[in-house]
Structures are given as structure tokens and as C-alpha cells.
């Protein structure tokens, strides 16, 4: 009985300190935005989480887009449609806000107090779509860009209008949104606002799998033909190469202007799964478990994700050109770290020059200093990672 009673304490323990971590925000439906057409695959409305600034933050603002891949065609996006990643009506009515969204200083000192939105995901194209048309076969609506702009146009209208600092974020196919949206955010806010922008797990590279074939490429190019988002790309990009290969940030960065902050994983493992070792270059599955832990990877897997981490910084070449630019590129296998605690900001969170993320992102972005830091050594040299397993 006596042993009953400490576990239970200790449970009592993990989830008050669970509950302190994170919180739960309520989900906002943007229904106005559905007679401009700025809807989710289904025809649904967009929907975000706000949680309100207070205090000297009323008027900062952190603009969060959700990730979720993307649907490379009618038969992808028919298999999204029906999801929360194609229809806020499939979405959970709360969302969990911890690191970068927490309200509390101790565990996010440099924005707590910001107006922190976090904006679902329901496009399928990191919000860059916008097709007139519409099939009556399929009622698919391509339409993330128009999102994008109506979400905008909604959050000044709430006060963003009078924003001092402003960021806009995302993580995975959020993290591209950021990348590829950046210079136009920008654009629909005040001159006076000090914008800046941060991708965390939005680098994605112009890889070839482990067969050697350009998947990500042919996909990605697919992606931008069914939702018609070339115009929404960098036009500057556009006219040197096809818009397919504008979607991948390596191609476009350079031509970004807005201040942004680049947080990603040398071993990104969204990327390890499905730009490296993609289950139809690996067939057999002797990937398989390598892909759901990296402890699991043979000596020979491990040296192809080492040419991988090179390929990854390769791609990175020349980004830091600017001191507004920063970086955090550890030698981890995660993918986004800005949202839980336990990355963001803890005892034991990753660290860069001794530097957690939250203090690199906020002197980054409060210029009390340049972060521009690529881990230089190889897995499994960080011993602060927090490596993903896969269940």
C-alpha cells in the first residue's frame, strides 16, 4: 500500500509538473474569411489558437504557422480533406502552448508577455496555394495563401495594426511557410514595427535518396503545380529556375530581405524518413528501424547520414552573409524544437555554445547579439540532444 502511495505521488508530480510546462488555448474559427475563398481543403474555415499579450507585450506579436507535410496531387490532398490537416472541423478545440508559447517568464523570458497565435494547418502547400477553380468531383480548395492573408488581415484588425515587434514562425512545412512568406509579411505590417521572421525544421534540402532518386524534388514541383503556388513565390527565384525549385528554401533564401533565424536539426528526422529513406527507396525496410531511432543505425547507415548532415550544411552556404541572419543548427536527430519545453527552454535543453534556443532566438531577435552557430561535429558528439525515437 505504502508502495501504492509514493507511485501515485510521483504521478501527481509528473503531471503538475506537466501541467505548469504546457497549458491549453482555445481554437478561434475565422469564418469571415470564407466569403474571400481563404478556406481549407475541405471548404472549411481557417482556425489558431490565441493566447493575448499583457503587460509590456500588448503590443508584440508572434505569428506561429502549424506544420503537417503537404499533398502533392488530387489523390493526396482527397486523403487530407477529411482530416485536421484539411478541415478545421476535424480539429481538437484546444491546442497545448509550451516553449515559445508560454506565458509565463520563467519559461519563455523573452516572449511571455507577446500576443503568441499559433495558426492550423489545412492547406497542404505551407500556405502558398490559391486556385480559383474549384471541382464539384472532389470539393478540394487550394486556397493556403489566401489563408495566409485573411489570418493577416484578421490579427491587425485585432491590434496588430500598432504591433512594435512582430515574428513571424513555423515549424516542419510551418517552418517553410515562414521562409517563403516572409518578405510579405513584412509587407502587411507597419514600416514602424520591427519585423522578423523564424523557421524552426523548415530547411528543407534539394536532396537525392538513398537510391539516388530526386523524390523530393519531383514531389515539391508537383506540389507547387496543384495549388498554383508559383505566383506567391519569390519572384526574384522564378526567373532563374522553375517554380518547383524555389519551393526549397537552399534556392530562395538569398533573396530574402526581412531579419530570420534558421532552427534546425543537421539530422532532421522528417527528413532522414522521408527525403533520404523514403519507404519506396526502401522497399526491403532495412531502414526502417534506423528511421525510428538513430541508436538502431549500422555503421554503414550512420556514414550516409553523415553525408547527409554535409549535404544539409552545404545547402546552408552562405546564409549567415548577413549579421540580422542567425542560426542554430545542432548535430541532433529531432525535428522542430521551438514548441516543447523540453527544447526550448529547460535544465537540460539543447545547447550551442553553452546557449539554449530560447536565449540564442531572443538576442537574435532583441539584438543583444549575433547567433550564428552550426554544431561541428557528428552524431553522437552533442550529448544535450534530445534525440527522437519513434514509437
Not at 481563404?38 to 493575448?52: E, F, I, Q, T
Not at 486556397?143 to 496588430?160: N, P, S, T, Y
Amino acid at each position: 500500500m505504502e508502495g501504492m502511495m509514493r507511485v501515485c505521488i510521483v504521478l501527481v508530480g509528473i503531471l503538475s509538473l506537466l501541467s505548469i510546462e504546457a497549458y491549453e488555448v482555445g481554437l478561434t474559427f475565422l469564418d469571415s474569411a470564407v466569403a474571400q475563398g481563404a478556406v481549407c481543403l475541405d471548404g472549411s474555415a481557417p482556425a489558431y489558437h490565441m493566447d493575448k499579450g499583457f503587460g509590456a507585450g500588448i503590443d508584440n506579436w508572434l505569428v506561429f504557422f502549424e506544420g503537417g507535410g503537404w499533398c502533392n496531387n488530387v489523390t493526396n490532398c482527397l486523403a487530407r480533406r477529411d482530416t485536421r490537416l484539411g478541415s478545421s472541423k476535424q480539429m481538437l478545440t484546444t491546442e497545448v502552448f509550451s516553449g515559445m508559447f508560454h506565458n509565463k517568464p520563467r519559461y519563455n523570458p523573452d516572449f511571455y508577455d507577446w500576443n503568441r497565435i499559433k495558426v492550423r494547418y489545412c492547406d497542404g502547400a505551407s500556405f502558398t496555394g490559391d486556385v480559383e477553380e474549384v471541382d464539384p468531383k472532389t470539393n478540394l480548395h487550394f486556397r493556403g495563401a489566401r489563408i495566409f492573408q485573411a489570418v493577416i488581415e484578421d490579427l491587425l484588425e485585432k491590434g496588430m495594426k500598432n504591433a512594435k515587434n512582430a515574428m513571424l514562425a513555423g515549424c516542419s512545412a510551418g517552418g517553410l511557410t515562414s521562409i517563403l512568406q516572409c518578405d510579405n509579411f513584412r509587407s502587411l505590417l507597419p514600416a514602424t514595427t520591427k519585423v522578423k521572421c523564424l523557421s524552426d525544421a523548415g530547411f528543407f534540402i534539394n536532396a537525392k535518396t538513398i537510391i539516388g532518386t530526386s523524390q523530393i524534388e519531383d514531389f515539391y514541383a508537383d506540389v507547387v503545380k496543384t495549388h498554383g503556388s508559383a505566383k506567391v513565390l519569390s519572384p526574384a527565384c522564378t526567373s532563374k529556375m522553375s517554380p518547383g525549385l524555389c519551393f526549397f528554401p537552399q534556392n530562395m533564401v538569398q533573396y530574402i530581405e526581412t531579419p530570420i533565424f534558421l532552427i534546425n536539426a543537421a539530422y532532421d528526422t522528417w527528413q532522414v524518413k522521408n527525403i533520404l529513406a523514403p519507404g519506396v527507396a526502401d522497399q526491403k525496410g532495412t531502414w526502417r528501424e534506423c528511421k525510428l531511432d538513430i541508436t538502431k543505425c549500422s555503421s554503414a547507415q550512420l556514414d550516409i547520414l553523415q553525408g547527409y548532415r554535409q549535404e544539409f550544411l552545404q545547402a546552408l552556404t552562405g546564409f549567415d552573409n548577413s549579421p540580422s541572419r542567425g542560426m542554430f543548427i545542432n548535430s541532433c536527430y529531432s525535428h522542430c524544437q521551438t514548441g516543447t519545453q523540453e527544447t526550448w527552454l529547460r535544465n537540460d535543453s539543447p545547447l550551442l555554445s553553452n546557449t539554449t534556443i530560447a536565449k540564442a532566438v531572443g538576442d537574435w531577435y532583441y539584438e543583444r547579439g549575433t547567433f550564428q552557430k552550426i554544431e561541428d561535429c557528428q552524431y553522437p558528439c552533442d550529448k544535450t540532444c534530445h534525440n527522437r525515437v519513434f514509437e
